[in-house]
């Protein structure tokens, strides 16, 4: 029998903290660190490079004015590298291509719905097709099927969810 919740999926006491860490990583690595390595490039090329070399001194008097300069040119400048990354170079995709080959679910049916509604539905659903094209009529045990599919279906359409591991 498969188990069918109606309610938003709630991680188990173990997951907890490996979502935890996960979402830690994700808030590390792409905000803080990101932040701080910013701040930390614009004082050290300022107070390490700018202010020790007379000529980039007149340029930028202070560091507000590096920073100001920093935000108008750099802030654009790094948009379109980063655009040329994903668009026009073959980083991004070479990227994704290692990703796809190391995600197991590229190579098989992924856990939930899909191993508990969709597939089974095209399964009988080609069943049905091959009995039709040779005349054939639907017997009961494939109409009992296909409405069970059709129900559970309907319940993901309206919000629900299909139990852990699809049980």
Do not use: C
Not at 54 to 72: A, M
Not at 101 to 126: A, C, M, Q
Request: positive net charge; aromatic residues 18%.
């Amino acid at each position: 029998m498969v188990l069918l919740e109606n309610k938003k999926h709630k991680s188990s006491k173990e997951n907890l903290a490996y979502r935890s860490w996960f979402y830690f990583r994700q808030g590390w690595s792409i905000y803080f660190a990101f932040i701080i390595a910013a701040v930390n490039t614009m004082i050290t090329t300022y107070y390490l490079a700018v202010e020790k070399i007379p000529t980039l001194k007149s340029i930028f008097p202070s560091f507000e004015y590096y920073l100001i300069t920093f935000i108008i040119i750099g802030i654009p400048l790094l948009v379109l590298i980063g655009y040329f990354h994903f668009k026009k170079t073959s980083g991004y995709a070479s990227e994704i291509e290692i990703t796809w080959e190391s995600n197991p679910y590229w190579y098989k049916i992924r856990p939930g719905h899909d191993t508990v509604v969709l597939f089974p539905f095209l399964l009988l659903f080609t069943k049905a097709m091959i009995k039709y094209s040779q005349n054939e009529k639907l017997n009961n045990e494939n109409i009992v099927q296909m409405k069970e599919l059709q129900n559970k279906m309907k319940f993901l359409i309206d919000g629900g969810m299909i139990g852990k591991d699809g049980k």
